[in-house]
């Protein structure tokens, strides 16, 4: 287990290595493009908050990357009536469009990268890895639950 965990540490490396040199002229690093994937694939406008939480992140995290992008034109954020500190975050039509540009370079790059291996193999490290997740989701979630328990005397 510790050899497959090492492997998905260099992989992830290797990967965000890849896609910063994939997206760079496009004014993207590989964080850029993860937060504007998550704020254009949502359906709605939402605060930095609901973002950090859907892809695992802090949201001191993905705020910087907000304001980065922010300041380089790629999202503005807009009022939420629901919450008076805490805008909601849209694309910019420039923020639309490198993330339509970097997405179609990422298919060409993928199927490269892809080209050779079984579609099997391919599904069954997606069903394990997804797997994996679950199961550290469900302990983090265990660990929260357990950190708001009272503490009983012993």
Known sequence: MTELILTVFRLNGDLLAAGDKLVHDLGLTSARWQVLGAIALSPVPLPVAHIARNMGLTRQAVQRVVDDMREAGFVHVDPNPHH???????????????????????EIWAEGLCAG?????????????????????????????????????A
């Open 84 to 106: 008076r500190r805490a805008g909601l975050i849209a694309l910019t039509e420039k923020g639309e469009s490198a993330y339509r540009r970097a997405i179609a370079r990422k």
């Open 117 to 153: 291996l079984s579609p099997d193999g391919i599904e069954a490290a997606n069903a394990l890895l997804r797997d994996l997740q679950r199961r550290l989701d469900e302990d983090a979630h265990e660990d929260a639950r357990a950190s708001r328990r009272p503490a009983r005397d």
